[in-house]
C-alpha cells in the first residue's frame, strides 16, 4: 500500500511539474526589448539549424502570408518554427496545429472575418466583438491548444503594462489568440492575471526579431509593402493612420534589416485593413512574391546545409462543412452571455416573415438578442395601424443534435396571439423545417425550406413555406426565389419571383410600381445591374466605408385580381462602419402602365 501511494505522489508531481514548465516564463533581452516568453524550452530544443517563419500584420491585407506558406511547402522549404502578429499570427495558428495548407485556403474562401464580428454593446472595452471569430478558428484546429501544436507556434503581443514583448505559446487557441490583434479601442483587449497584452503591429509588425530570439537560425520574414506617401492627409483619420505607419514603418525597417535573412514583400497596399473580399487575390500576391525569392531561400538554405523537406499530402476527406455552416447560419455555441440591442428601419425584420426577401416598412423596429450556449432568445417591437406596438419573442435552442435547432415564435398584439413552433435541420446547401403554427387566425402544421446553389458565375436562392390548414384539406404555399447571373465583369442578371395563395402568410413585396396587396399571388422582377467599374469605394475619414455601388435597369409584374406592370431606373449602395456593412441606400424611378403614373422611391434599410 505505502509503494502505491509513493507511486502515486510521483507521478501526481512529475505532472505538475509538466504543467508548470508548459507556463514558466522566460525572460530574454534582445537589443532594447525585454521578451517575456512562455514554453521556451520547446523552442530551445527544436534542432538547429532552424528555419523559422515570422508572418506580419496588417489586417486583412496580411492573409497573403496564406500564398507565401503555400509557395514554401510547394518547393518543399522547412519550416520548423512560427512567429505571429496580428494578422500573421492568425494565420500562423490555423496552420500551426496541422491544418493543410490548401484546407485554410478553402475555409478563408468560404468564410469571411466580418461575417462573425458583431458591435461591442455589452462592454466598453472594443467598438466590435471578436468572440465568434476565435472560437471558430478552435473548432476548426486539429489541435486546440498552442503546446499541442505540429509546428511550435508563437504569437507576438505587446504588454502595455511593462512595456515588455509577449510571446504566448501554450493555451487553448480561442483564450489567447485575441492577445495578438487586440487593437485598443477597435478590438477587445485582452488581459490575463497582471498583464494587459494588445497587438504588437506598431513596434514589430513583422517578427522576425522574435524568431531569432526563439532560436531560429534562418528567419524568412513577411512584410507588407508601403507606399502611402503619395495620399494626402487632409482628414483627422487619415493624419492618425499616417502617423502610425511611420512610426511603425521606422522599428520595420530596423527590425528587418538586422533579423530577417529573407524578406517576403506582400504589394497589397491599395487594399484595405478590413477588406476581406479579397482573399484569392492576396494569396496570389502572397504566392507569387514567395516564388520569385525561391533561388535565393534555396542558395541560403544549401550554404546553412539545411535540406529541403517532402510534404506529405494530407488526408483531403477533412469535411469542415459543419463548421462552416455555423458560421453560416450562426449556430457558433459561446460559452459567454451575449445580449445586444437590434434596430431595423426600412425593411420588415418580423419572426413571422420569410427570411430572403424582406418587405418595405419605414417604421423603427428595435429590441434586443441574447445568446449563452445553446440558448438564444429575441425580442422586437412590431408597429401597429393603431399606433401601438406589438411584440414578438424568439426562442431558438441551438444545436438540439448536431444538426438541429428548436425554435419558437410568439406575437402579442391587442387583439391576437400568434405562434410557430418547430425543428430546423441545417445542411450545406439547405435547411428543412417543421411544426405547429396559429397566424391570422388560422391554425395548421407547415413545413418550409431554404436553399442556396452556387456555380462559378450563378448564385439561386430560395425559401418556401408549405401551409396545411386544420379547416381546409388544400395546401398553401407561399415561395420566394431570387437569382444572381453574373453575364459579364460589368453587367449582372437579377431575377425574382415570389407566388403567394396562402391569405395567411404575408407576401415579400419585390413590386416597386404602386404598392400591391400584403397578399399579393404572383410578383415578378427583373433588375439589369451595371457594376461600376470606374467608381471604385469610397472611404469617409477612414471609418465609414461605401461599397458595392450600383445602378440598374429593372422591369416588375404584379397579379391579384388585375396585374401590372412597372418600369423603371435605380440605384443602390452599401454603407459599412469599421468593416461591417449595415445600410443599404437605394433610390429608383418606376413608371406603373396600370395608374399611368411615376413612382420615386428611395430606401434606407438599416440593419444595426
Known amino acids: 500500500m505505502l509503494k502505491i501511494i509513493i507511486l502515486s505522489i510521483i507521478i501526481f508531481n512529475l505532472f505538475i511539474s509538466k504543467c508548470l514548465a508548459d507556463t514558466e516564463l522566460t ?204 495620399k494626402e492627409y487632409n482628414t483627422p483619420g487619415r493624419s492618425f493612420f499616417r502617423y502610425i505607419s511611420l512610426v511603425q514603418k521606422r522599428y520595420t525597417e530596423q527590425i528587418i534589416g538586422n533579423y530577417a535573412d529573407i524578406v517576403i514583400e ?61 458560421v453560416k447560419y450562426d449556430r457558433i455555441l459561446l460559452e459567454k452571455a451575449d445580449l445586444a440591442p437590434v434596430f431595423y428601419y426600412g425593411r420588415d425584420y418580423s419572426f413571422f416573415k420569410q427570411d430572403l426577401i424582406r418587405s418595405p416598412l419605414y417604421h423603427l423596429q428595435y429590441g434586443f438578442r441574447f445568446s449563452k450556449d445553446h440558448l438564444g432568445i429575441s425580442a422586437l417591437s412590431i408597429p401597429n395601424n393603431d399606433k401601438q406596438d406589438g411584440i414578438e419573442l424568439k426562442f431558438r435552442w441551438t444545436k438540439l443534435t448536431e444538426d438541429i435547432d428548436l425554435l419558437s415564435n410568439f406575437r402579442y398584439e391587442s387583439n391576437s396571439r400568434d405562434y410557430l413552433m418547430g425543428l430546423v435541420y441545417y445542411d450545406d446547401n439547405y435547411t428543412f423545417g417543421g411544426g405547429r403554427g396559429y397566424l391570422n387566425k388560422d391554425s395548421f402544421i407547415y413545413l418550409d425550406n431554404n436553399y442556396q446553389l452556387k456555380a462559378e458565375s450563378i448564385l439561386l436562392r430560395g425559401e418556401s413555406d408549405l401551409l396545411f390548414p386544420f379547416e381546409d384539406n388544400k395546401p398553401k404555399i407561399l415561395t420566394s426565389h431570387q437569382g444572381n447571373y453574373q453575364l459579364s465583369n460589368i453587367w449582372t442578371l437579377e431575377p425574382k419571383l415570389i407566388f403567394n395563395n396562402t391569405e395567411i402568410m404575408e407576401s415579400p413585396l419585390i413590386y416597386r410600381g404602386v404598392i ?15 457594376n461600376y467599374e470606374s467608381i471604385s469605394d469610397m472611404e469617409i475619414m477612414d471609418l465609414l466605408k461605401l461599397t458595392d455601388m450600383q445602378t440598374y435597369l429593372f422591369t416588375d409584374y404584379q397579379k391579384e385580381e388585375s396585374s401590372s406592370i412597372a418600369v423603371g431606373v435605380g440605384s443602390k449602395v452599401n454603407l459599412g462602419f469599421l468593416g461591417v456593412k449595415f445600410l443599404d441606400i437605394e433610390g429608383y424611378l418606376a413608371y406603373d402602365n396600370q395608374f399611368e403614373d411615376l413612382n420615386l422611391g428611395f430606401n434606407l434599410y438599416y440593419n444595426f
Open 27 to 230: 525572460y530574454i533581452t534582445e537589443g532594447n526589448d525585454r521578451y517575456i516568453i512562455e514554453g521556451y524550452q520547446r523552442f530551445k530544443s527544436i534542432e538547429s539549424p532552424a528555419v523559422g517563419l515570422a508572418l506580419t500584420g496588417g489586417g486583412a491585407p496580411a492573409l497573403f502570408n496564406v500564398g507565401v506558406i503555400k509557395a514554401l511547402e510547394e518547393e518543399g522549404i522547412p519550416i520548423d518554427l512560427i512567429v505571429g502578429s496580428s494578422m500573421g499570427a492568425i494565420v500562423g495558428t490555423m496552420y500551426g496545429n496541422g491544418l493543410p495548407i490548401n484546407v485554410i485556403e478553402e475555409i478563408l474562401l468560404k468564410v469571411s472575418f466580418n461575417d462573425m464580428l458583431r458591435f461591442n454593446f455589452a462592454s466598453s472595452s472594443s467598438l466590435l466583438d471578436t468572440t465568434r471569430v476565435n472560437k471558430f478558428i478552435e473548432e476548426v484546429a486539429l489541435a486546440n491548444n498552442l503546446e499541442d501544436f505540429v509546428v511550435p507556434t508563437a504569437l507576438l503581443s505587446f504588454d502595455l503594462g511593462s512595456g515588455d514583448k509577449y510571446l504566448a505559446t501554450t493555451g487553448q487557441i480561442s483564450e489567447v489568440i485575441q492577445s495578438s490583434y487586440s487593437i485598443p479601442f477597435y478590438f477587445p483587449m485582452y488581459n490575463s492575471d497582471d498583464k494587459f497584452l494588445v497587438d504588437a503591429g506598431i513596434v514589430e509588425v513583422s517578427p522576425a526579431k522574435s524568431a531569432k530570439v526563439l532560436g531560429a537560425d534562418i528567419v524568412i520574414a513577411t512584410i507588407i509593402s508601403d507606399d502611402s506617401s503619395s
Open 266 to 326: 506582400g504589394d497589397v497596399d491599395e487594399y484595405t485593413f478590413m477588406d476581406f473580399d479579397s482573399l484569392k487575390e492576396y494569396i496570389e500576391i502572397g504566392y507569387k512574391s514567395t516564388k520569385a525569392k525561391l533561388p535565393k531561400i534555396k542558395r541560403l538554405l544549401k550554404k546553412k546545409k539545411i535540406s529541403l523537406k517532402e510534404y506529405k499530402i494530407k488526408n483531403q476527406d477533412i469535411n469542415y462543412s459543419k463548421k462552416l455552416n455555423d
Open 516 to 530: 400591391p396587396d400584403k397578399f399579393v399571388k404572383l410578383q415578378l422582377s427583373l433588375n439589369w445591374t451595371y
